[in-house]
T-cell receptor, first 112, second 111 residues
């Protein structure tokens, strides 16, 4: 069982909708990440939060808006998405920035 | 040249076989290396970190060759449950927390 919990597991939304993906970890990890993964491709880094501050934004379009309310929670707010944004969105955490990531099961997003 | 390159496979091997994957990386100053495993439609999970001296965990052995800039993963006595995609992951220097994932090598172990 993963110790990083993501909700919802599946989400279908229209291009005009606003929705949010949520991620929670209780391992005391201080770094949290959002990755996007398309079928048969590796995960692509979107955002990194370190000690609740955004430290990396990989030039992600503004229709994706991350938020880190506290050290255990990470959200990804979605607005005006495009069909090509359909993908598996993975949250991960790590104790430091060592590269040993713990992934959640992901939220599978479909944009119609 | 891609930052991290892997043979996509698939590697189809019978149960009990030994199989090896290689992964090459372009930045010679990279410091951290990992193998992750990803099952179909599941999240990646850390399989092993790769240390300079090499490391072994049961049937799995990881090696690092800095001179040739590649890492390898050896799986002995393959099990059906080893069927998955194996992702090579490198942390280039000066890019803390920006891991670079290879495209993965798919392994299918058959009866």
């Amino acid at each position: 069982d993963t110790e990083v919990t993501q909700t919802p597991k599946h989400l279908v939304m229209g291009m005009t909708n606003k929705k949010s993906l949520k991620c929670e970890q209780h391992m005391g990890h201080r770094a949290m990440y959002w990755y996007k993964q398309k079928a048969k491709k590796p995960p692509e880094l979107m955002f990194v939060y370190s000690y609740e501050k955004l430290s990396i934004n990989e030039s992600v379009p503004s229709r994706f808006s991350p938020e880190c309310p506290n050290s255990s929670l990470l959200n990804l707010h979605l607005h005006a998405l495009q069909p090509e944004d359909s993908a598996l969105y993975l949250c991960a955490s790590s104790r430091g920035i060592s590269g040993e990531l713990f992934f959640g099961e992901g939220s599978r997003l479909t944009v119609l | 040249r891609k930052e991290v390159e892997q043979d996509p496979g698939p590697f189809n091997v019978p149960e009990g076989a030994t199989v090896a994957f290689n992964c090459t990386y372009s930045n010679s100053a990279s410091q951290s290396f990992f193998w992750y495993r990803q099952d179909c439609r599941k999240e990646p999970k850390l399989l092993m970190s790769v240390y300079s001296s090499g490391n072994e965990d049961g049937r799995f052995t990881a090696q690092l060759n800095r001179a040739s800039q590649y890492i390898s993963l050896l799986i002995r006595d393959s099990k059906l449950s080893d069927s998955a995609t194996y992702l090579c992951v490198v942390n280039p220097p000066g890019t803390a927390s920006k891991l670079t994932f290879g495209t993965g090598t798919r392994l299918q172990v058959t009866l």
